[in-house]
């Protein structure tokens, strides 16, 4: 809180200069009270590190709630021949399909859309089309609102994980 306190008074290029998880911490209490400068001063101090740590960029902004700053960290990771992070649980908080999106993202080299989101649950309804000629059945509806991954047959049918 300290931290968070010194952002807010009136000093020149307040600098929070501790290890990224305190960062993270900091700016979840600056989001939580919607302190605006404080928001931008930390994110401006993780993407500075997300040229040596762009994953561990990206999932502290996906556990924070901020988008651009997760796409931001995203981008720095395409110079990586391999995704990596120092410790496991620099990942820890991150949903699975988060990184899913994360690897599409990756695979696609970021030439994605604006309606892109590694914050946003894709939609749960499963594409795709049965086989001409069978009809397929009406699906049964499913609660996905706790489901990291939902597994899609070719009838159109969906299961969620627990």
């Known amino acids: 809180m300290e931290a968070l306190l ?8 307040p600098h929070p200069d501790g290890p990224l998880g305190e960062v993270e911490a900091i700016l979840k209490a600056a989001v939580k009270y919607q302190m605006e400068f404080p928001i931008a001063v ?9 040229t040596h740590a762009p994953l561990s960029v990206w999932a502290a902004a996906c556990r ?12 720095h990771t395409f110079p990586a ?14 949903a699975a399909w ?8 990756w695979r696609l080299k970021g030439q994605v859309g604006d309606e892109f989101s590694f914050l946003t649950v894709p939609s ?11 009809h397929a059945p009406a699906f049964r509806s499913l609660s996905y ?18």
């Open 81 to 94: 021949a391999v995704l990596s992070v120092e410790r496991d649980s620099d990942l820890k908080g991150v």
């Open 42 to 50: 930390l994110t401006a101090e993780l993407l500075s590190r997300a």
């Open 64 to 75: 924070t709630g901020l988008e651009t700053l997760a796409r931001l960290a995203a981008e």
């Open 124 to 134: 749960a309804t499963c594409s795709g089309s049965a086989p001409l000629g069978i």
């Open 6 to 13: 010194r952002i807010c008074y009136p000093i020149l290029n």
């Open 145 to 162: 609102d706790d489901a990291d991954l939902v597994v899609c047959s070719s009838d159109g049918g969906g299961v969620p994980s627990p």
């Open 98 to 105: 988060q990184l899913y999106r994360l690897r599409e993202f």
